[in-house]
């Protein structure tokens, strides 16, 4: 719908989004907001899933053009998926980062999309990974991307702390979210979190309205 | 891939070459004027209810300021347990509709099985996406199957969302304000049919490109009800589109008959076999 999309760099829907990732001790939490924008002032969706599964212990959070991060991920599963049965063996989280990261370079021109990659494996436990427009691949303890993540860079430069327990570190996931929804025009909806141990996978749905409330709201 | 359900096989990866292709050519014309494609101009809307989906949609084809078509019909049949709303390019969303039909009855029939709702989608996010953005087609996609109802939307840059509820088109601002307001989960059937007439209502009053007679299609696990129309406009006009006009209805006045000398000029005459 032409009159949706005024003047976006994005075009079509684009997530606009605020994502992160942060690793605990034992795991790591990863999240996101659930709005999906046109043109930077149509909610095309309040309840986008941005969250995706691409392996039992692997997700992936989506930035950019809806329209390529769904395709480029859907690229990925299949990848990952027969990597996997050749190896007989689950895929590391650096192997699934490396396929986004294999098709997001090869096909910078045209795409519009980000990732990051947040999981579990036997090798190197809890890890989070990004790979950011252009195809850089890069490893950290914690990481926050989306138009949403420039609001709240201080806070979490200043509330991060490496071997959190998992009820910290949850704590610190949703207030970011919160944080950054609460400024950022194209961020909202709900909260999102996944937390990955070596145990399992919980999904985490925190609603708009239970969502931390700080001063002046 | 799975080469049963399509007809012809996309290369391995992604394919932009119709994207170049099209940039190409917009700069063959004169100011980047492309050609404009005709667009409907619509309301469609869906809603998941208890025990199916209901889709809804105007009738109106507009051609710029012109009604082209009163009695459009924008809910394509996809298959017998799926049907798809289209807003966009008409010429898109028609074609698109009925590729998919057909890949997926090819596929029925190789595979035994009926088609489900999600393959529907993807196969719909792949060609929308290999276009990349280049088909206008805003679709609407309910269907009933094993798994349960459904309601997907799909657009043109092949983004892919699973809705409760949505209304698209030209319209679509004022269908989703009566459909935010009204929805609710596990609707019964007469509230949904209810539900979706007055978004698309909304949607004919308020957009110029949308009017005309509304459309419904329910679809449940025990069949498709369509019913087209649903309602009819309030300002149908009354044509009788048969002009015959009896004997007398023009009086006359006077007659004059001439008969016409005529002499034969040529005789021939073919014996017919009728043995």
């Given at each position: 719908?032409?009159k949706h999309?005024t003047?976006?760099?994005?075009?079509?829907?684009?997530?606009g989004?605020?994502?992160?990732?942060?690793?605990?001790?034992?795991?790591?939490?990863?999240?996101?907001?659930?709005?999906?924008?046109?043109?930077?002032?149509?909610?095309?969706s309040?309840?986008?899933?941005?969250?995706i599964?691409?392996?039992?212990r692997?997700?992936?959070?989506m930035?950019?053009s809806?329209?390529?991060?769904?395709?480029?991920?859907?690229s990925a599963k299949?990848?990952?998926?027969?990597?996997?049965?050749?190896m007989?063996?689950?895929?590391?989280?650096?192997?699934?980062?490396?396929?986004?990261k294999?098709?997001c370079?090869?096909n910078k021109?045209?795409?519009q999309?980000?990732?990051l990659?947040?999981?579990?494996?036997?090798?190197?436990?809890?890890?989070?990974?990004?790979?950011?427009?252009?195809?850089?691949l890069?490893s950290?303890?914690?990481?926050?991307?989306g138009?949403g993540s420039?609001?709240?860079?201080?806070?979490?430069?200043?509330?991060y702390?490496?071997?959190?327990?998992?009820?910290?570190?949850?704590q610190?996931?949703?207030?970011?979210?919160a944080?950054?929804?609460?400024?950022?025009?194209?961020s909202?909806?709900?909260?999102h979190?996944?937390?990955?141990?070596?145990?399992?996978v919980?999904?985490?749905?925190?609603p708009g309205d239970?969502l931390?409330?700080f001063?002046d709201? | 891939?799975?080469?049963s359900?399509?007809?012809?096989t996309p290369g391995?990866?992604f394919?932009?070459?119709?994207a170049?292709?099209?940039?190409?050519?917009?700069?063959?014309?004169?100011?980047g004027?492309?050609p404009?494609?005709?667009?409907t101009?619509?309301t469609i809307?869906g809603?998941v209810f208890?025990?199916?989906?209901?889709l809804?949609?105007d009738?109106?084809?507009?051609s710029?300021e012109?009604?082209?078509?009163?009695?459009?019909?924008?809910i394509?049949?996809?298959s017998p347990?799926?049907?798809?709303?289209?807003?966009?390019?008409?010429?898109?969303?028609?074609k698109t509709?009925?590729?998919?039909?057909?890949?997926?009855?090819?596929?029925?029939l190789?595979?035994?099985?009926?088609?489900?709702?999600?393959?529907?989608?993807?196969?719909?996010?792949?060609?929308?996406?290999r276009?990349?953005?280049?088909?206008?087609?805003?679709?609407?996609?309910?269907?009933?199957?094993?798994t349960?109802?459904?309601?997907y939307?799909?657009g043109?840059?092949?983004?892919?969302d699973?809705?409760?509820?949505?209304?698209?088109?030209?319209g679509d601002?004022?269908?989703l304000?009566?459909?935010?307001?009204g929805?609710?989960?596990?609707l019964?059937?007469?509230?949904?049919?209810?539900?979706?007439r007055?978004?698309?209502?909304?949607?004919?009053?308020?957009?110029?490109?949308?009017?005309?007679n509304?459309?419904?299609?329910?679809?449940?696990?025990?069949g498709?009800?369509?019913?087209?129309p649903?309602?009819?406009?309030?300002?149908?006009?009354?044509r009788k589109?048969?002009y015959?006009?009896r004997?007398g209805t023009?009086?006359?006045?006077?007659e004059?008959?001439?008969?016409?000398?005529?002499?034969?000029?040529q005789?021939?005459?073919?014996?017919?076999?009728?043995?």
């Amino acid at each position: 719908m032409e009159k949706h999309y005024t003047d976006s760099k994005v075009k079509g829907v684009s997530t606009g989004t605020t994502i992160l990732a942060a690793i605990f001790d034992g795991g790591v939490v990863i999240g996101s907001d659930s709005r999906a924008s046109m043109g930077g002032e149509y909610v095309s969706s309040k309840t986008i899933n941005k969250v995706i599964q691409v392996h039992d212990r692997i997700f992936c959070c989506m930035a950019g053009s809806l329209a390529d991060a769904q395709a480029v991920i859907k690229s990925a599963k299949s990848h990952l998926s027969f990597h996997s049965v050749q190896m007989e063996s689950p895929p590391l989280v650096i192997a699934a980062a490396s396929v986004l990261k294999e098709l997001c370079y090869k096909n910078k021109d045209e795409l519009q999309a980000g990732f990051l990659t947040a999981g579990w494996d036997s090798k190197k436990g809890a890890q989070v990974y990004v790979v950011s427009l252009g195809g850089m691949l890069i490893s950290q303890q914690v990481t926050i991307g989306g138009s949403g993540s420039t609001y709240i860079y201080g806070y979490v430069d200043a509330k991060y702390k490496p071997n959190m327990t998992r009820e910290e570190c949850l704590q610190f996931a949703t207030n970011a979210l919160a944080l950054a929804m609460g400024r950022d025009n194209v961020s909202g909806g709900v909260a999102h979190l996944v937390v990955i141990t070596g145990k399992g996978v919980e999904h985490v749905v925190v609603p708009g309205d239970k969502l931390p409330r700080f001063h002046d709201e | 891939m799975a080469l049963s359900t399509v007809l012809e096989t996309p290369g391995a990866g992604f394919n932009f070459e119709n994207a170049t292709r099209n940039a190409a050519l917009e700069a063959l014309f004169e100011g980047g004027q492309t050609p404009k494609p005709l667009k409907t101009g619509t309301t469609i809307a869906g809603v998941v209810f208890k025990d199916g989906v209901v889709l809804g949609a105007d009738t109106r084809a507009t051609s710029s300021e012109v009604v082209a078509d009163k009695m459009c019909e924008k809910i394509h049949f996809i298959s017998p347990n799926m049907y798809c709303c289209g807003a966009g390019t008409a010429a898109d969303t028609e074609k698109t509709t009925e590729l998919l039909s057909s890949n997926l009855s090819i596929f029925s029939l190789n595979s035994g099985r009926n088609p489900r709702v999600v393959m529907a989608v993807n196969i719909l996010q792949d060609m929308l996406y290999r276009y990349h953005g280049q088909i206008g087609a805003n679709l609407l996609l309910g269907g009933v199957d094993c798994t349960g109802n459904h309601l997907y939307t799909v657009g043109p840059y092949g983004d892919v969302d699973k809705v409760p509820y949505l209304a698209m088109g030209s319209g679509d601002l004022a269908a989703l304000g009566i459909l935010e307001d009204g929805f609710k989960h596990n609707l019964e059937l007469e509230e949904a049919k209810e539900l979706v007439r007055s978004s698309i209502h909304a949607g004919i009053m308020s957009d110029l490109g949308s009017g005309n007679n509304i459309d419904v299609c329910v679809i449940t696990k025990q069949g498709v009800d369509y019913i087209r129309p649903y309602q009819e406009s309030e300002y149908k006009d009354d044509r009788k589109m048969n002009y015959k006009y009896r004997p007398g209805t023009t009086k006359v006045l006077t007659e004059k008959v001439v008969p016409l000398k005529l002499e034969v000029v040529q005789e021939t005459v073919q014996k017919m076999e009728t043995a």
